[in-house]
């Protein structure tokens, strides 16, 4: 049987991840991204290798439906950062 970490270890690290994760976003409010659409930007960068990467598989990776991935990539092209 595990044991659970004590109850000050769990609010440490949910107060860690918070304020981590407001950094991210204020750091990435300049670049009209949010931190969903910075994990799309590092997926797909990684499938540049092979030279491309469909909507569908990006989804799947990331968790999202097909209709709020093509909202997404709708954004960042908007942007310029893809390119469909």
Do not use: W
Request: hydrophobic share 45%.
């Amino acid at each position: 049987m595990t044991q659970l970490a004590a109850h000050s270890d769990l609010e440490a690290l949910f107060l860690f991840y918070n304020r981590l994760h407001r950094d991210m976003e204020r750091r990435l409010k300049p670049l009209a991204l949010t931190l969903t659409g910075l994990q799309a930007l590092m997926e797909i960068a990684g499938h540049q290798r092979v030279g491309f990467c469909t909507r569908a598989r990006l989804a799947e990776r990331l968790g999202l439906t097909n209709g709020s991935m093509s909202v997404l990539v709708g954004r960042l092209t908007r942007l310029g950062y893809v390119e469909p």
